[in-house]
């Protein structure tokens, strides 16, 4: 991703945390306060990248900001992104883009490598805790921390990683802040179930996705039951 556009990014995110000062670890539903964020995902490089895992009908269902700011950024914990979202087949691949260089040393992803093979949910804790950005665990049982590898990324370059894959990060404790950007593409072939939605936000205590907008970035919906939001080009702001 250029210069240019990073630079419209961390704008934008800025005048964000003007707006909702709530948000300056975490973000979880971008979209929701600003739609105009649709625009970076409709990327056709990202796309084409996302089409190489999960084929060429690609729905956008959520984006999400994990701010990390210098000195005080919350660590993530040791999570599968499957365990919150309401995808039926279960099915995303979720594109982070890096607005700042990500290291160790400000906390950058890190990820069991191979984890997702298996395409199996493992078991998680609930976290009632303040300083971590989101509230479900891995159980210790399920995964070994020796195994991790650092995804060290300079700013502007895309991480890709599977809706099963064991991943976490660390808190920030440098000078230098750690923002990335999320955004979650499922294939068409599976379903945004509303439904489903509402029984995970009860069961687990987490956010509730069931009036996510939903958008159809590339080629056709292959399940015919998801409903779809106007496409980028059609809307205005």
């Known amino acids: 991703v250029s210069e240019e556009t990073l630079a419209a990014i961390r704008a934008r995110h800025a005048a964000l945390l003007e707006r909702e000062p709530r948000f300056r670890d975490y973000c979880p539903t971008l979209l929701d306060y600003d739609p105009a964020f649709l625009d970076y995902a409709d990327d056709p490089t990202i796309l084409d990248m996302v089409e190489q895992l999960i084929g060429p009908d690609i729905a956008l269902w959520n984006m999400s900001f994990f701010a990390k700011p210098a000195l005080s950024g919350k660590r993530t914990p040791w999570h599968q992104d499957g365990e919150y979202w309401p995808i039926a087949p279960l099915a995303t691949c979720t594109a982070w883009l890096a607005l700042d260089d990500s290291t160790p040393e400000n906390g950058c992803l890190r990820v069991i490598r191979g984890s997702h093979t298996a395409r199996a949910l493992r078991a998680h804790n609930t976290l009632a805790s303040d300083d971590v950005t989101l509230t479900q665990e891995l159980d210790p049982s399920e995964y070994d921390e020796a195994d991790a590898v650092d995804i060290v990324l300079k700013?502007?370059?895309?991480?890709?990683?599977?809706?099963?894959?064991?991943?976490?990060?660390?808190?920030?404790?440098?000078?230098?802040?750690?923002?990335?950007?999320?955004?979650?593409?499922?294939?068409?072939?599976?379903?945004?179930?509303?439904?489903?939605?509402?029984?995970?936000?009860?069961?687990?205590?987490?956010?509730?996705?069931?009036?996510?907008?939903?958008?159809?970035?590339?080629?056709?919906?292959?399940s015919g039951r998801n409903t779809f939001s106007a496409s980028p080009s059609a809307r205005t702001d």
Request: aromatic share 6%; hydrophobic share 35%; net charge positive.
């Open 155 to 222: 700013a502007g370059q895309v991480s890709l990683h599977d809706v099963y894959l064991l991943h976490g990060s660390e808190p920030n404790r440098s000078p230098r802040p750690r923002r990335g950007m999320t955004m979650r593409f499922m294939p068409t072939t599976s379903v945004f179930d509303r439904d489903l939605a509402r029984e995970k936000a009860k069961r687990l205590g987490i956010l509730d996705h069931s009036a996510r907008q939903v958008y159809l970035l590339r080629g056709a919906d292959r």
